[in-house]
């Protein structure tokens, strides 16, 4: 299963130590991932180790083991601003053990309970190896006692909460799973509501999600045309000494252009890494 998840067209791949490993494998997984670390970054993908909760014995050792085999980056569960804290002392200690340059290995904190969502502006701010912050949907529905829908009301709140504190410490916003995997059309409708409110990108499951995740979240040719369409009209207007005007029936000024560079920046990025 590693070994064909690095053949997938993704961004990162995420080695699981948590929930999807029994109790009974958790040794035996630990060590198979370290030992497989070396093969996976051979590739050109994030590879990313998601660890048992740092408020446990599992999550230290997991720690121990993981961090000196050199993985891009570690996905921390249940994340607090303690077990964040925590997580980077002891990686801090690690790198500086190794001879490495503090803050070589990211984090990424998963917000997956009430307590998460409600301090999420202070936990992705107390350690700079901070990267990105991701939502658990599973796991936060749990715990209100709510049930997942297609519809995802229940998870607006959360959503926008990590939204905003991804945005305002420029990380990238990484949505919770759908875990039907075998609804494409609920995965489509799940995508296009967490990106309508600035999710940046999305975990996936199962290979089966990969290609309507990655195509629903790349801006469409429309898009792309309308972005290249106003840079071009804008830069013209300022020529002429005008710093608003019309385009189509919308007006256009500074933000939206800021908005169509951040599109076509971002198409370039990805056109440069296929």
Not at 54 to 61: H, K, N, P, Q, S
Not at 92 to 109: H, M, Q, R, S, Y
Not at 163 to 185: Q, R
Request: glycine share 6%; net charge negative.
């Amino acid at each position: 299963m590693m070994n064909k998840a690095l053949e997938t067209e993704v961004d990162s791949v995420i080695f699981d130590l948590e929930d999807a490993v029994s109790f009974s494998e958790k040794v035996e997984a630990r060590k198979s991932i370290s030992e497989f670390i070396a093969t996976a970054k051979q590739t050109n993908k994030e590879v990313i180790v998601r660890t048992n909760p740092i408020d446990t014995y599992l999550g230290i050792m997991d720690l121990m083991a993981i961090v000196p085999k050199g993985p891009h980056t570690l996905v921390i569960p249940k994340a607090s601003v303690k077990s964040i804290l925590t997580a980077d002392v002891i990686m801090t200690a690690i790198e500086a053990e190794l001879g490495w340059v503090k803050n070589t290995i990211k984090l990424i904190p998963l917000i997956e309970t009430a307590d998460g969502v409600t301090n999420v502006d202070e936990i992705v701010s107390v350690a700079k190896r901070i990267d990105g912050v991701h939502l658990g949907g599973e796991d936060l529905t749990n715990e209100l006692g709510v049930t997942r829908t297609k519809i995802g009301d229940e998870l607006l709140y959360a959503r926008n909460k990590v939204v905003f504190a991804a945005k305002a410490f420029e990380l990238d916003s990484i949505d919770c799973p759908y875990v039907d995997f075998k609804d494409i059309e609920g995965l489509t409708f799940d995508i296009n509501r967490a990106k309508s409110l600035g999710m940046t990108g999305k975990v996936c499951i199962h290979p089966g999600q990969i290609e309507t995740i990655n195509n629903t979240f790349l801006p469409s040719e429309e898009e792309i045309k309308e972005a290249v369409t106003i840079i071009e009209s804008y830069e013209k207007a300022i020529q002429n000494g005008i710093g608003v005007y019309s385009l189509n029936g919308k007006m256009i000024d500074a933000p939206i252009v800021e908005r169509a560079k951040s599109l076509i920046n971002k198409m370039e990025k990805i056109t440069k890494y296929q």
